[in-house]
């Protein structure tokens, strides 16, 4: 019995919390902060790298000459162990 009251006050006091939260906040209105005016300097950025793009012609290696790899690039691992047979 005194489990159910407890868990009752425990549920009301939540509750009670809950709604009080929810009347403190400010309602949200369609007038954010911020102006709507500025300039979408993405799609600017954006057109100007396609147009970039568009006029970028790589330079294709010859198919007979492989092209030379960084000095960073990754290498074959070597085994330092020689291989065990099963």
């Known amino acids: 019995m005194t489990a159910i ?14 709604e009080r939260n929810h009347r403190r906040q400010r309602p949200l209105t ?3 902060a911020g102006s709507t005016t ?5 799609l600017s950025r954006l057109q100007s790298d396609l147009r970039a793009a568009a006029t970028h012609t ?7 000459r492989r092209p030379t790899p960084s000095p960073h ?3 074959p691992v070597t085994p330092t162990t020689p291989a065990r047979c099963a």
């Open 5 to 18: 009251v407890f868990t009752l006050a425990l549920i009301a006091l939540v509750a009670y919390g809950l």
């Open 30 to 32: 369609s007038s954010l």
């Open 38 to 42: 500025a300039e979408d300097r993405d």
């Open 58 to 64: 790589a330079t294709p290696t010859p198919s007979n």
């Open 73 to 75: 690039a990754a290498r």
